[in-house]
């Protein structure tokens, strides 16, 4: 799982979707598409998964990431001025994350 703590707090609409941009360690930035959000109990979790650069070519080896599925799971809590900002979940909020995750397309199956 990725490094939740380097989230640029700067997420932003384009078209239809929230990007939320993630940034590592060596100061790289990656965008990152917010999939769907998963309630548990009072909080809320995004499903982020990588968002996919069409005018950036990529060598074959290339250390980008890009083709990886690094899917994140992130809570989403208020700071202060009321926007979202998207942290690394405990252990056990994961978990309940996970059950979540599965109870909802085990529901569709069932349909």
Avoid: R, W
Avoid at 5 to 13: A, G, L
Avoid at 30 to 36: A, K, L, N, R, T
């Amino acid at each position: 799982m990725a490094d939740m703590e380097n989230f640029n707090d700067e997420d932003f609409m384009d078209d239809d979707y929230i990007v939320v941009e993630m940034t590592d360690d060596e100061g790289n930035v990656y965008p990152y598409v917010q999939e769907m959000v998963i309630p548990v109990g009072n909080d809320e979790f995004a499903l982020l998964v990588p968002m996919e650069a069409d005018d950036v070519e990529h060598d074959e080896g290339c250390d980008c990431g890009c083709g990886e599925d690094d899917v994140i799971i992130a809570k989403m809590v208020k700071d202060e001025s009321g926007e979202i900002e998207y942290i690394e979940p405990t252990d056990e909020e994961f978990a309940l994350v996970e059950k979540a995750y599965d109870a909802m397309f085990e529901d569709e199956e069932d349909e």
